[in-house]
């Protein structure tokens, strides 16, 4: 677990993170999440794509630059960059509101509840193009939400509920532009093999860790020098930049009637159909039982909160020392995907999982030897322990979530790709977000606030040790994800 609270501007999955005020553990990672499939025909083959998108000579992570796939680089990178805002909102909670460690994780809760409904988002860009367009239009409009809500932060807001609502505004934006490009992995990754699936994979969650990198290093300095609402204001451009790389996107305008849906009977009747497949879909064995495992395991509490407050408050860590902790967690992250797609792309998932969970369990404990001021008595200063112990939980906290993203990908049957993903990840970050209301709850019942840490190290160890609970149901993943290059259809494959 990292040593300051990851409040990010939106997540990572994702939270995991990029979102506003989504607190993830680093051993899980950001929550990403998905889309509905423009058009989506139900056939019984699927169309190949290898050569549909190669027409670059320049790949990255094994993935082709075509613009598609650069516009869906940039939107993730903006998730990354985002990150510039993660310090300055922590602060302003806690030093300009003054509000209680709980009290911060009730708010980050609350301003994720946009990652929690992601289908319907998908639902209103397929069936209500703006300007002709299903995905140009909604980049262009998130972007410009994204950016009024950062505007907020920095002249009107001067409460918590203000600033909740803007935060949660800023979630929706990077949450809704996520709708739309990740359509486009899941568009690839069907029929491909599971490297390929991973390559796509770990493009997008690079893509998003190096504009973690960017920011990182800044979003301390800056609010050291010069306030918050300075750092508040600079991020509110930020989002304009997936306005921007919207004309990248290869979308042919849709023409006539289609522009428009009627609300009539035969939208109800194609909604009820929708939800009928999609339903028919989530109850299959081979997806329900894998994502109850994914839920649980995201539903354990939490305690970041709690340990930022202690950080700043009792250890004395400053801004600027906080954002070279968070330059140090994005390069792990970025460490991290390679990790997974150079190495552990073929290893079973069950086997990942068991591995990174009782590794991340171990070393999430050595937050109890700072707590108690023993790693001082052990000659290393609270600092560089700091630094060390976000280091190695961040690498492996990202290298066990991308599996997660890439068995959610490839379990999805044909027809109902991209819905059933954004279902899927809707419902991994549900128990995030449990997981952090669970968090705040025993906050407040060990007595943890801003200037009280008595009980901090057992909440640290009963957080830890509930990261165990969900491992005899390892047996609800499929045993392994075969390793295939053929077009046959993603429900035989996943079955």
């Not at 979003?219 to 304009?240: E, H, I, M, N, Q």
């Not at 019942?445 to 190290?457: E, H």
Request: glycine fraction near 8%; charged fraction near 15%.
């Amino acid at each position: 677990m990292s040593v300051s609270v990851q409040i990010t501007a939106s997540s990572v999955p994702r939270d995991v993170e990029t979102e506003p005020l989504i607190d993830s553990r680093n051993r899980k990672g950001d929550l990403p999440t998905t889309t509905v499939k423009e058009d989506s025909v139900l056939s019984n083959k699927t169309v190949p794509h290898k050569n549909k998108y190669s027409f670059s000579s320049i790949s990255c992570f094994g993935v082709d630059l075509t613009p598609d796939n650069i516009a869906v680089a940039m939107v993730y990178f903006v998730q990354g960059v985002l990150g510039l805002a993660r310090l300055a909102v922590s602060f302003y909670l806690k030093d300009d509101l003054h509000l209680d460690p709980a009290e911060t994780a009730v708010i980050s809760g609350f301003s994720s509840l946009p990652w929690l409904v992601k289908p319907l988002y998908g639902f209103i860009s397929d069936s209500f193009p703006l300007f002709g367009y299903r995905r140009r239009s909604y980049l262009v409009l998130s972007g410009l939400l994204g950016a009024f809500s950062w505007f907020l932060m920095a002249t009107f807001v001067d409460s918590k509920y203000s600033a909740a609502f803007s935060i949660l505004l800023g979630s929706l934006s990077v949450a809704f532009s996520d709708v739309v490009v990740d359509s486009m992995v899941v568009e690839r990754a069907r029929g491909e093999s599971q490297s390929m699936s991973g390559s796509l994979q770990s493009l997008c969650w690079g893509s998003s860790a190096f504009g973690g990198i960017v920011s990182a290093y800044f979003s301390g300095s800056l609010v050291d020098a010069y306030g918050v609402r300075f750092v508040f204001g600079a991020t509110s451009l930020l989002p304009l930049i997936t306005s921007a790389v919207s004309v990248l996107v290869k979308e042919q305008p849709v023409r006539g009637p289609a522009r428009g849906i009627s609300l009539g009977n035969g939208f109800i009747e194609s909604s009820k159909n929708n939800f009928t497949q999609l339903w028919g879909a989530i109850k299959q064995p081979s997806v329900l039982l894998p994502t109850l495992f994914i839920f649980l395991w995201q539903a354990t509490p939490q305690s970041d909160s709690a340990m930022f407050y202690f950080t700043t408050n009792k250890l004395g860590f400053t801004p600027e020392f906080l954002g070279r902790v968070k330059l140090v967690t994005s390069v792990a992250s970025l460490i991290g995907v390679w990790l997974y797609n150079g190495f552990l792309k073929k290893v079973p998932l069950r086997k990942i999982f068991l591995v990174m969970t009782l590794a991340g369990t171990a070393l999430g404990m050595t937050q109890v030897l700072l707590v108690t001021g023993l790693n001082r008595q052990l000659g290393i200063s609270d600092e560089w322990f700091a630094i060390g112990d976000s280091l190695i939980i961040t690498v492996l906290g990202q290298a066990s979530f991308m599996p997660v993203l890439v068995l959610a990908a490839r379990i999805c049957p044909q027809g109902m790709e991209a819905t059933l993903f954004a279902t899927l990840m809707s419902i991994s970050n549900g128990g995030s977000v449990l997981g952090g209301l669970i968090g705040a709850g025993l906050t407040q019942v060990f007595g943890v606030t801003k200037d009280r840490f008595d009980n901090l190290a057992f909440l640290i160890v009963l957080c830890n040790l509930s990261s165990l609970l969900p491992l005899p149901l390892l047996g609800l993943l499929p045993g392994d994800v075969p390793e295939t290059n053929d077009n046959t259809d993603i429900e035989t494959k996943s079955n």
